[in-house]
Structures are given as structure tokens and as C-alpha cells.
């Protein structure tokens, strides 16, 4: 991979948004407004002509068996194992965890974490709150649609925020990931500092 460092004639960042089911719409409009092309991702080949990945929130089930039914679950693995930065929101948590708190669908494993799906309930008791991120100045708003949260982090993950005690929102090595939608607002501050992670 490629990777735009912001100088003079240098081509323009490409981010990558697993396009097989959710917000991939939503994270491509922000990263259009942050002067990155988004390419949305449907095919393994694709892997190699982005500098980073985000993996939107939907239904992290789908997500998981369409990445299957499509051959992208081992060559994504590979990829964010080898170093592609890698942003999860929402259910692209679940996708990305090594393990969840309760049933079955495929994983990525490359985010050592367990998960627990739905933890914050359904989607009629979704919410919006404002959150201390680490990296950030000042609070941020987070949406949160039928939210996991981590229920444990192994050695290596950082927690950059919480929910009552729960992490909502970790990273390790090269993966990001949240409980919450920053691209379901107008604040882009997530998913800055995620770009910052691509050199």
C-alpha cells in the first residue's frame, strides 16, 4: 500500500468502507468532506489499493456472513493483521473482536476483545450522549444504536472512553474501534484521529 503523507503532489488518501451491509453511505460522506476518496470494498483484490479500512455499523451478523459468502473474511484478517489501519464502528466492533460474551458469526479476531452485543438494549432504547475520548479537547457526541460494549480487554488494547464503567471505545496496534456512530453526526473528530493513523 500507498500511503498519503499530505505533500506537495502526493496523490489523495483512499479509505476503504466494507460496503456488504450498513452505514457505508454515512462514513463515505465524511470521508469525502475530510478530503479522502472512499472506495467502498467488495471484493478481496481491493485490499491492496487502500490505505485504510472502515467497517460501518449494520447488522454485525450479515456482516460477517456476507464477508464469508463473498471470500473477504481471511483476506481482510490478513491485511488488518499485517498492519491495515482499520476502523470499526458499532457492529464493526463485533466484527473486528476476537471473542463475544454470548452466540456465534464469523470474526475477524484481530482486536483482543471480548464483546457483548445489544449490551446498551434495542433499538428503541437507543441514545445520544456526550463522551470524554482520549485524544479529544472536549466531549464528544455519541450515538449509540443498538450498542455492544467491551466486556473485557486483553493486554494490549487501550480504552479511550467509557459508558458506566464499560469501554465503548478501544485500540490496539492498528485498530480502532466504537460502540457508537460518529458518522451518524456532524462532528468529525473520530474519524480524524483515525486518519491520523494512516502514514
Known amino acids: 500500500m500507498t500511503a498519503w503523507r499530505g505533500g506537495a503532489g502526493e496523490r489523495m488518501r483512499r479509505v476503504g468502507v466494507l460496503a456488504l451491509q450498513g452505514d457505508v453511505r454515512e462514513h463515505a460522506r465524511v470521508l469525502t468532506a475530510l478530503g479522502v476518496e472512499p472506495v467502498r470494498v467488495k471484493h478481496p483484490g481491493q485490499l491492496n489499493e487502500i490505505d485504510g479500512l472502515i467497517i460501518p455499523g449494520g447488522e ?12 473477504l473474511l ?7 493483521g499485517e ?4 476502523y470499526g464502528t458499532c457492529a464493526g466492533l463485533i466484527f473486528l473482536s476476537a471473542r463475544l460474551t454470548e452466540g456465534e458469526q464469523p470474526l475477524l479476531g484481530v482486536l483482543d476483545v471480548t464483546v457483548q452485543r445489544n449490551a446498551f438494549g434495542r433499538q428503541n432504547e437507543s441514545f445520544e450522549m456526550s463522551l470524554e ?8 457526541p455519541g450515538v449509540f444504536i443498538r450498542a455492544p460494549w467491551v466486556a473485557k480487554v486483553g493486554t494490549h488494547v487501550d480504552v479511550l472512553a467509557e459508558v458506566a464503567g464499560h469501554p465503548v471505545m478501544v485500540r490496539e496496534a492498528n485498530v480502532l474501534a466504537s460502540s457508537f456512530h460518529p458518522e451518524m453526526t456532524d462532528d468529525t473528530r473520530i474519524h480524524h484521529l483515525f486518519l491520523e493513523e494512516i502514514h
Open 74 to 80: 481471511e483476506p481482510l484478517a490478513k491485511a488488518i
Open 83 to 86: 498492519g491495515l489501519p482499520t
Open 133 to 140: 475520548v482520549a485524544g479529544l479537547e472536549y466531549p464528544f
Open 60 to 71: 454485525s451478523t450479515t456482516i460477517g456472513t456476507l464477508s464469508v459468502r463473498f471470500g
